[in-house]
């Protein structure tokens, strides 16, 4: 009798350790169990491609850097895209600036409209752009013999519109939400006082929101210099690097040139990362409030009413217009050259299977992104342990890192055995995984900081475990996050063409590459009508997802895919 | 609750990601023709086959890129549709599985490796090509001679493809240089440079182009041609006095594929008379005699030319081409 209640007891004891030792190191093991994934998912393709570019056939070199630099192209190429992203983000920025304040601040009848055609084309493909300033604006488009223009649509003037008016919907969304989760009070008290509208920008309205331009600000450098749809349509003979290393991998397989122009585009985008991290550093202006609240509609003074009227029509009126031409070319053979109206785009369903391929991979790259996310933020925010702030910055520099960058780092790390992936839906599922992290785990760590730890405390001295814990307390507070992480990376994952471009094989087709092929081929009817496809799948795809999160009540994250 | 959700929807997804995966005889190819030329291949090898063919649309130049880089754990089971110099390059590494197919029997040897490393389904060439409409309003004549193009008169208003993507490209390439020697066959292309408006991705290209008016002329390859012209686009083609260049479409087996077999009776169809006539159709000058439809009965004017070395020639004349024509742009 003795020994057995001996050895039970053991066995309970025994059993309590490892409960015991898991309830207080869980956060370490996930800890290193993220680490691990960031190593592998992010790191290391980052680093084979640093590799790649200094490491000849025979050894360590620096000729290819050499020679990138010693070329008058390489650096004309540098100095475009350069300039492509300043004038791109600083456009960008007063453009979605003004339509965020007019959807937050203005006139209520305008704020659905306005706000519905600023974020369409988040999920168009961004090329689509280019294609319809070619019909509209080319050497022999529509408007162009209608008053007999002579203008240079091919080039860089040709590049900027198109990437300006692709990336609108992006600074608009996250601006909007930084002017959302801004408190009005501060605003019409000063309104009150009798401030006037310019004043209250000046001296409330934009500093307060410094952090959340800055952030917008870098999002959309480091995109806009690293989508290559529009620059490989319209720039004729002007160099970009984007376009350019493209053709060093898909055209010549030179992964050593390629790797350089990658690692070259990288620089700008880290050193405005730290930038950016530094000017931010304890700026953080924490929601008052908690709440995203809409303004009351003040009276704007004509000052401030004019420009706004003006840049928010000139931009949903061009945004309208470029898919009102997508819509047009969809339903005819060959808009503008036989004007016949058909339906065959429509039937052509060799897209149909690519569609469902990005969708599939979209999912499955937000499920698990989302996941991911949470618990980064997470071990980020309550964990104690060397190396805390390392994954930190890790998980958040998905926002610095160029698209092509990862997609080349992918093809690199992952062809060969035992990490062979390629060829296979999961590499581009994971690609997107880690390039769309930063958005999630970020939303993640600003949930959490809004809670207190003496509540997850309170449940644990009540005995519950951590796990209990995790999934009672943590988790709800979390789901908002878990959801925007869901829906950014569902949504860029599914349009992103910069970085999986690299990594479709056959069988494995995405809409986004197809739809691209199509384009640049002269496919401009099946290109169009695939996207509009593309577009009422994915927005039927969000209302489910909307629908499905408001079912269970969960829904108050979906208001904010950026914190 | 909430937390099930998650885990329900997860699984739910995953669920998702593996159905789709059922088995049927299918293989993977790297396809270099057309985006609507490999729909049509595709469609023959099902009909006849049952094979359902995966594949992603790649010009010749992309597809020799990805096979260098992928050897030797190749992503595809075959490439049907690529240029002479990739499945040269293919048999000297030994890349391809060879097998000789009974099919093939009595094909010129022209259109198959004797050890049956490649098979080449049709010839393709380059052809100049006008926009109808734009040249009348210029008053502008189709020219008759390659070196007419380094009239001014043409400046920026031709386009043609960039060799370094596109395998057409390289094809116009050798050929010019094959007709003009070397030494003058490069100063011909950078004359031809300056009246070149820029160089397109993919070999086709330039057909669309030229056909929305977007510029009078352009060097483009012949095997979306006649579907152009059909479709409407206000096109007219012809092939200068000199002549033209030609290349092979290669098949191939790649090597490291488990489907062997349902690789072979894919080699087997395609050395029948019907594809033959698929591809004649189309415009290809096919190994099995079929009536062309684009060039009709009398065969176009073909350069002199030495493919072997065209394949060895191309990494250097890449090199020379951006050296040459690169560095001048404005």
Redesign the interface.
């Known amino acids: 009798m003795a020994p057995a209640e001996l050895s039970l007891k053991l066995k309970a004891g025994s059993g309590n350790r490892v409960k015991d030792f898991l309830n207080a190191n869980l956060v370490n093991i996930l800890a290193a169990l993220l680490f691990f994934l960031l190593a592998l998912f992010l790191l290391y393709p980052i680093i084979a491609v640093l590799v790649k570019s200094i490491r000849g056939p025979s050894g360590f070199t620096l000729e290819y850097y050499r020679t990138f630099f010693a070329k008058n192209y390489y650096y004309r190429s540098l100095f475009n895209t350069l300039l492509l992203g300043a004038i791109n983000t600083v456009v960008c920025l007063v453009i979605g600036f003004c339509l965020a304040y007019m959807t937050t601040r203005g006139p209520y009848p305008l704020r659905k409209p306005l706000k519905v055609i600023s974020l369409v084309p988040l999920i168009a493909p961004p090329y689509l752009f280019a294609l319809s300033l070619i019909i509209l604006f080319g050497r022999n488009g529509l408007v162009t013999r209608m008053f007999d223009l002579h203008w240079q649509l091919y080039g860089f003037a040709g590049v900027v519109i198109s990437q300006t008016l692709a990336f609108i919907p992006l600074a608009y969304m996250m601006l909007e939400n930084t002017l959302m989760s801004l408190n009005p009070n501060l605003e019409e008290s000063a309104y009150d006082m009798g401030a006037s509208e310019a004043t209250i920008l000046r001296t409330i309205t934009i500093p307060l929101m410094a952090p959340g331009l800055l952030k917008a600000a870098l999002l959309i450098f480091v995109m806009t210099i690293a989508e290559f749809g529009n620059a490989a349509i319209l720039a004729g003979r002007t160099p970009f690097l984007a376009p350019d290393t493209y053709t060093m991998i898909t055209g010549e397989s030179d992964f050593n040139m390629g790797s350089v122009l990658s690692v070259v585009l990288i620089a700008p985008c880290i050193i405005i990362f730290f930038v950016h991290n530094y000017l931010l550093e304890g700026k953080k202006f924490t929601t008052i409030g908690g709440k995203p609240v809409a303004s009351e509609p003040r009276k704007i003074t004509p000052v401030i009413k004019v420009p706004l009227i003006i840049v928010t029509t000139a931009a949903t009126g061009a945004i309208l217009i470029c898919f009102a031409v997508v819509l047009a070319a969809s339903f005819y053979k060959i808009l503008g050259v036989t004007d016949k109206f058909i339906l065959a785009n429509y039937l052509d369903f060799t897209s149909n299977q690519a569609i469902a391929n990005s969708i599939r991979v979209s999912f499955i790259a937000a499920a698990i992104g989302a996941v991911i996310g949470v618990l980064l933020a997470y071990v980020i925010v309550r964990g104690k342990f060397f190396g805390r702030s390392f994954i930190e910055m890790a998980s958040l520099s998905g926002f610095a890192l160029p698209g092509t960058v990862l997609g080349i780092g992918y093809l690199l790390a992952f062809s060969a055995e035992p990490l062979k992936l390629t060829g296979g839906i999961m590499i581009l599922a994971l690609n997107c995984v880690f390039r769309f992290l930063a958005v999630g785990v970020e939303a993640g760590i600003s949930k959490l900081h809004q809670i207190n730890i003496e509540i997850e405390e309170a449940s644990a001295d009540l005995g519950a475990s951590f796990l209990t814990t995790f999934y009672r307390i943590v988790l709800p507070i979390m789901f908002p996050a878990f959801i925007a992480g869901f829906i950014y990376t569902f949504m860029t994952a599914i349009v992103s063409l910069s970085a999986v471009v690299f990594l479709v094989s056959p069988g494995f087709q995405l809409a986004a590459v197809k739809i691209f092929d199509a384009a640049v081929y002269g496919e401009i009817g099946i290109a169009s009508a695939t996207t509009i496809k593309l577009i009422l799948i994915v927005m039927l795809c969000l209302a489910v997802l909307n629908y499905v999160t408001k079912k269970t009540r969960l829904g108050s994250g979906l208001k904010q895919p950026v914190a | ?3 099930k ?2 885990s329900v ?2 699984a739910a ?2 669920c ?2 593996l159905v ?1 995966s059922v088995a049927a005889e ?1 293989i ?4 270099g023709t ?2 609507d030329n490999n ?1 049509k291949i595709v469609q023959f090898i099902k009909a006849k086959t049952g094979i359902t063919v ?6 010749f ?2 597809i ?3 096979v ?3 050897a030797p ?1 190749f ?2 089971d075959m490439i049907i549709g690529c240029g002479s110099s990739t499945g040269f390059m293919a048999k000297k590494n030994g890349w391809a599985v060879p097998y000789v197919s009974p099919a093939w029997n009595g094909v010129p040897d022209v259109f198959l490796d004797p050890q049956g490393n490649w098979y080449n389904i049709g010839n393709f060439s380059f052809v100049l090509v006008s ?1 109808k409409d ?1 040249l009348a309003r210029a008053g502008l004549t189709m020219p008759k001679s390659w070196k007419d193009l380094l009239d001014p008169k043409w400046k920026g208003e031709i386009v043609m493809p ?1 060799p ?3 395998g057409t490209a390289n094809m116009m390439r050798f050929s010019f240089l094959a007709l003009y020697g070397d030494a003058e066959g490069w100063k011909f292309l950078e004359a031809l440079d300056k009246n070149i ?6 070999g ?2 330039p ?3 030229v ?5 009078i002329l352009g060097i483009t390859s012949d095997e979306n041609v006649k579907k152009r012209v059909d ?4 096109l007219v083609w012809s092939i200068p006095i000199e002549g033209t260049g030609y290349d092979g479409t290669f098949v191939l087996i790649l090597k490291g594929t488990k489907k062997l077999e349902t690789c072979k009776k894919i080699i087997d169809l395609l050395g029948t008379p019907e594809f033959s006539a698929v591809m004649a159709e189309i415009g290809y000058m096919t190994p099995r005699p079929a009536e062309n439809k684009l060039y009709g009965k009398t065969l176009p004017k073909y350069i002199k030319l030495d493919l072997d070395k065209a394949a060895d020639d191309k990494p250097k004349n ?1 090199d020379i081409w951006k050296a040459k024509l ?2 001048t ?2």
């Open positions: 609750m909430k937390g959700f998650i929807a997860v997804i995953f998702v990601a789709g299918e993977n190819a790297y396809m057309s985006p729909a995966n594949q992603s649309f790649q010009s130049g992309e020799e890129a990805r260098k880089a992928e754990n992503n595809a926009n734009r960039s370094l993507s596109s408006h820029h160089y397109t991705r993919s086709n290209a057909t669309d182009l056909g929305r008016g977007e510029f479709d409407g686009y206000p890449n690169r560095s742009f404005e």
